[in-house]
């Protein structure tokens, strides 16, 4: 272990010796369109996730890092070995390199605000589209920081390309300074996040850490170890078709009876409308269907796993007095699991989020442990034999045209991964 003067000693050299490449490099990143798609069955999901991918590898050569590699699921390895030899386990940093689908994130033009003073910006490319303190307190704490935001017509990419950069920034530091002591240091870039298949084939064995951080967390001092467990749920309803001319006591319409259905889910429970901090949901988010056959698709959250099936259960129940609305229809409800809380794994590991609260500290924050009311790549790498909390990046506003990152929250981050390296 490094002894607390030593470590004092070392956040001094790193900070003094900190040129930041995080602007430059965070703005040239988001320009590559890395949009997933869900409608994809190839992993990744877009190619162009790639383009990102191939230059983060060829900059990780450029340093130094001689194993960087793209394999064929757009996943990015790398190593930045041991330079002491102290028995210290090797830690995984990660982040993902797709954009949500939600908004366009094609030709993104991001702008560097510099000393921002706390006045809206109004971005240029679509006058209507405005980032203000009141829309975003958080922006309001950020006063006087440079602050990158996308032009009006495109999200940004701030999730999680500040993650991204971050990793890059500090690998950078890290390879320029080599007299900062560190145990072995894996990098992780994953494609397919925001569609939820960010970890599906990723190589355990390849990655071979003992424990990690996710870089996709909002505000500065914000520590994520707790998330949602999610599962997909799709109800689907039987109909009977017949000649709409001669249908009297024959046709049973399957798109009338999940309708029928769709009006006993509460409006004002059980939905994301209306729910917050610990509380679950259940959210419709797709309906198909014709005379035959009618399906719809949800979402099933919750903090506790046990709860899921209770809601799956409820939804079974919900079917049933739909289709007892409707004889001859019929339905079945199939259950996919998405992932599970990572606090799970966590709490039986308790070392691998004391470290971070540690690392927090000696950068002069104070931890704010938050849940996340979603998932992340840790959630279920947790459960792959990688614990993963998530440490913020100061992305803001995401998956929207009102997205932005503050450049000293980033720097900030970067200075917390030092910290986690000189303590583990």
């Known amino acids: 272990m490094v002894s607390i003067l030593n470590i004092h000693a070392f956040i001094c050299i790193m900070i003094e010796n900190y040129h930041s490449t995080l602007a430059e490099r965070f703005m040239r990143y988001v320009q590559i369109d890395t949009e997933a798609d869900p409608n994809s069955e190839t992993q990744p999901s877009s190619m162009k996730q790639k383009d990102l991918s191939k230059l983060l590898v060829e900059e990780l050569i450029n340093m130094g890092i001689t194993d ?23 830690i995984c940093f990660c982040s993902h390199v797709d954009t949500a689908p939600d908004c366009s994130g094609k030709d993104v033009k991001p702008i560097l605000h510099k000393n921002y003073t706390g006045a809206d910006i109004i971005l240029p490319d679509d006058s209507s589209v405005v ?38 920034d500090m690998a950078h530091h890290l390879m320029k300074n080599p007299q900062i002591p560190h145990g072995k240091i894996r990098i992780l870039f994953t494609p397919d996040e925001e569609i939820g298949r ?37 109800v689907t309803f039987h109909g009977i078709s017949a000649h709409p001319g001669y249908a009297k006591n024959k046709m049973v319409n399957a798109q009338k009876v999940a309708a029928y259905f769709m009006t006993l889910l509460p409006s004002d429970s059980w939905c994301p409308e209306v729910t917050e901090g610990h509380e679950g949901f259940v959210h419709p988010v797709h309906m198909e269907g014709g005379l035959e056959t009618a399906k719809v698709q949800f979402i099933v959250r919750d903090f506790v796993s046990a709860r899921l099936a209770e809601y799956e259960q409820r939804l079974t129940s919900l079917a049933q007095q739909a289709i007892a609305q409707f004889p001859g229809a019929t339905y ?34 104070t931890p704010e442990i938050k849940s996340i009311r979603g ?4 959630s279920r ?34 200075e917390v991964c030092l910290n986690i390296l000189l303590i583990a």
């Open 198 to 234: 960010g970890v599906n084939k990723i190589d355990m064995q390849q990655l071979a850490a003992d424990f990690g951080y996710t870089l996709d967390g909002g505000e500065r001092g914000h520590l994520e170890g707790e998330s949602f467990s999610a599962d997909a749920c799709t």
């Open 375 to 378: 998932g992340t790549d840790g």
């Open 68 to 90: 960087a590699i793209l394999d064929e699921h757009g996943y990015v390895y790398a190593t930045i070995p041991a330079n002491i030899s102290d028995n210290k386990p090797v």
């Open 131 to 168: 980032i203000s303190t009141l829309n975003h307190p958080y922006l309001h704490e950020r006063i006087g920081d440079d602050i990158i935001t996308a032009s009006g017509k495109t999200l940004l990419g701030a999730d999680d390309k500040a993650g991204v950069t971050i990793i890059m």
């Open 381 to 414: 790498l947790s459960f792959m034999g990688l614990p993963c909390p998530n440490i913020f990046t100061g992305e803001m506003g995401i998956h929207s045209k009102q997205e932005y990152v503050s450049v000293q929250d980033m720097e900030k981050a970067v």
């Open 332 to 365: 079945e409800i199939s259950v996919q699991e998405q992932y599970r809380n990572m606090k799970e794994v966590l709490d039986e590991q308790p070392h691998v989020m004391a470290i971070a609260k540690e690392a927090y500290i000696k950068s002069g924050l």
